[in-house]
């Protein structure tokens, strides 16, 4: 037989698309010509297919071999086709009989020395066999608990080309994936840290519990770094659907923590103000990967000294936070990552970071203006929560009394408002406040009564408050109504929206 083929998974971004790996020895001069728009990793596989073939004491065949990965149209890219290509091209042979391997995905990068190492992407390749219809799967033993964690798909681990094939040829069995564990808990930062800062507390729970992102303004000292850590402490876990999105885009970067458990607690991304556009949104040659703002989604993106970031870092953040997801095309194809993401911005008040009206400020209007002017006003217009917060006080920072609530306090408020948020608009295909379109709330049966609203109309009307604004302000009504039990909001929920609009604490 000089003809063979083995399943494989090729992956675009963190979409995943069955790939058949063929195999055909001629006659002829012995070389081996990959096609199937192979990148250049995937061309170096035939050094590392031969020396491992070899290593492994089986025959290299010297003859004309032709691997072909089909669909030939889509980008392959990465070491993950090596194991594939070795079976097939030992299968052309007449080596090996491949039959075991009919309807069975393969996966794995090979060393020379014949050994599987991990790959990057396994749960998002397992995750799109098995909606290709394939139920069985062989994986690098690295990542076999991570293949583990897709439901109906069957797994199977290998660590050398040499038992993957001595199952092939003798039935010899291979390694079953570790039994799945919960991921131990972590203690993280708690909110009962946080000394004072009421409004910024009330502003990090509403912020919370509807989804909204938040812009914290204040002096060093004031809390702004410790409200920002601690968001994910009070966001509900990671629910399946959720989890694997989160889990693959983690997979995909390179990032998935040993024990390939899936990500339940919500990410949290903070890269510092040195940070260039393709790490914030993704980049890179050929098909770009996931930038910071993927890798945080379903959970928070910290920009810690906003104003400190490029123009141009910053600006690239608009389209993601206004859709949810990010399109980057580049020379090797074009590719869409998810960005559902809470962004929050931390700022001091000036450069030299004093309260206004301090004396020890030198900073002129103008400066101020400037600096703070770097958070440019469109961007600024998509963030609902806009907080200017006090230094803490010498009581505040000295008390004992116990009187602060904890994280899993806030976080069981939050938890109740998200569900009564997903369940009023599951008829929508909405789960939070802040993804429901304005025009749905300015339409029966949600559109508030006139009276709730005059205010924000006439602010409208005055030019202070911006269409995306008011719909803003509404969604946040909701979330504010949700939280305190109601099932509408009043003229209180829109004005404490209000003021979380403007930033402004009374």
Not at 115 to 130: D, E, K, Y
Request: aromatic share 2%; net charge neutral; with cysteine.
């Amino acid at each position: 037989m000089s003809y063979a083929k083995v399943l494989c998974v090729g992956l675009v971004g963190v979409t995943g698309h069955l790939v058949e790996v063929e195999a055909d020895l001629a006659a002829g001069l012995p070389a081996v010509v990959i096609s199937g728009l192979p990148d250049t990793a995937l061309h170096e596989a035939r050094d590392r297919v031969r020396a491992a073939v070899v290593n492994s004491g089986q025959r290299w065949p010297n003859r004309r071999i032709t691997l072909n990965l089909l669909p030939a149209t889509l980008p392959k890219s990465g070491s993950a086709f090596d194991l594939a290509i070795a079976a097939a091209l030992l299968g052309g042979s007449g080596e090996l009989p491949l039959l075991p391997l009919e309807g069975v995905v393969v996966l794995g990068e090979l060393g020379l020395d014949g050994t599987v190492r991990p790959v990057r992407g396994v749960l998002p390749m397992v995750a799109a066999a098995a909606q290709a219809g394939i139920t069985r799967v062989i994986v690098p033993v690295g990542n076999a608990a991570e293949a583990a964690a897709i439901p109906g798909v069957r797994v199977r681990a290998v660590d050398s080309l040499h038992r993957l094939v001595a199952y092939v040829r003798d039935g010899a069995p291979l390694i079953e994936p570790p039994e799945a564990t919960s991921a131990p808990a972590v203690d993280g930062p708690d909110l009962v840290d946080v000394a004072g800062q009421q409004f910024g507390r009330r502003a990090l729970e509403v912020a919370a519990a509807g989804g909204h992102h938040v812009a914290l303004l204040g002096p060093p000292g004031a809390g702004k770094t410790m409200l920002a850590e601690r968001l994910p402490s009070i966001l509900p876990e990671l629910d399946d659907d959720a989890a694997l999105e989160v889990t693959a885009l983690h997979s995909v970067a390179g990032l998935l923590p040993p024990g390939g458990q899936l990500l339940r607690r919500p990410p949290f991304q903070a890269p510092h103000h040195t940070a260039s556009v393709p790490s914030l949104v993704g980049g890179g040659s050929g098909l770009a990967r996931p930038g910071a703002v993927s890798l945080a989604h379903r959970g928070v993106l910290f920009l810690d000294e906003a104003p400190e970031f490029s123009k141009g870092a910053l600006e690239a953040l608009r389209q993601p936070l206004e859709d949810g997801h990010i399109r980057l095309t580049r020379s090797g194809g074009g590719t869409v990552y998810p960005a559902r993401t809470q962004l929050v911005l931390a700022a001091n008040p000036c450069p030299c970071a004093q309260p206004a009206g301090d004396a020890r400020c030198e900073c002129s209007p103008l400066v101020r203006r400037r600096y703070l002017g770097r958070l440019s006003g469109p961007l600024l217009d998509r963030i609902d929560v806009q907080v200017r917060l006090m230094p803490v006080r010498a009581a505040e920072l000295m008390a004992t009394d116990g009187g602060v609530e904890s994280s899993a306090t806030v976080a069981a408020r939050v938890t109740a408002a998200r569900q009564a948020a997903a369940t009023r608009w599951a008829g929508l295909g909405r789960r939070l406040n802040a993804e429901v379109d304005g025009p749905y709330l300015r339409r029966p049966p949600w559109r508030l009564p006139t009276r709730v609203t005059a205010e924000l109309r006439g602010r409208l009307d005055s030019g202070s408050l911006s269409a995306r604004g008011f719909d803003r302000v509404i969604r946040m009504a909701w979330t504010v109504a949700d939280l305190d039990g109601r099932d509408r909001p009043d003229l209180d929920d829109v004005r404490e929206s209000l003021q979380l609009r403007t930033g402004e604490a009374t």
